[in-house]
């Protein structure tokens, strides 16, 4: 379980934290001590009496690292502005499990950007899990919400999960594949 690049961490506060790969969401108590094994989009995956923990980015000062701060925009920002902050903010959300993020692992299959009737921009993103049964789907899906709702100017964010076409690994880029070990 533990590499050379784990690195020993104290929790200073209490701390809201998801557990991988259940899902459930759980308050570390300060105090705790773990080891950071993976640092992803700017959220940390800490490895603690047995089990990983998910640690998000606005919560990284409780284990002394830098919150992570939301993304901005230019002044009149054109529509391929936004589009591709929307790209850039998926390619923050990882697998927990898997060190690449969710665009290179192929479980984007759609992203459109439109504006309502207000002008408003809204996104919305069909994606997949690379196993149905996967416990953190929920929290996947959320944290491309959330991601994208960060963006200034959008108003509102759709993901939906989808299991059609089932994913497999040759979905993933060549990169991706390559540092996987599934090329």
Request: aromatic share 6%; proline share 7%; net charge negative.
């Amino acid at each position: 379980m533990f590499h050379h690049s784990s690195q020993p961490c104290q929790f200073d506060r209490d701390c809201a934290v998801v557990m991988i790969p259940s899902g459930d969401e759980l308050t570390m108590p300060a105090g705790t001590v773990g080891y950071i094994t993976q640092s992803l989009g700017g959220s940390f995956t800490v490895f603690v009496d047995g089990n990983l923990f998910r640690v998000a980015g606005v919560d990284a000062d409780a284990i002394g690292k830098e919150p992570v701060l939301p993304p901005a925009l230019p002044e009149n920002a054109s529509d391929d502005d936004v589009e591709k902050l929307v790209w850039s903010q998926m390619k923050t959300c990882y697998d927990p499990e898997i060190p690449v993020n969710i665009v290179d692992l192929g479980l984007v299959y759609s992203c459109e950007l439109t504006k309502n009737n207000q002008g408003q921009r809204e996104v919305s993103v069909t994606m997949t899990l690379t196993a149905p049964g996967c416990g953190m789907g929920d929290i996947i899906v959320e944290d491309v919400r959330s991601k994208i709702q960060l963006i200034p100017t959008i108003q509102k964010v759709n993901v939906e999960l989808t299991f059609e076409p089932q994913w497999n690994h040759h979905m993933m880029t060549e990169a991706a594949r390559l540092e996987t070990g599934m090329l």
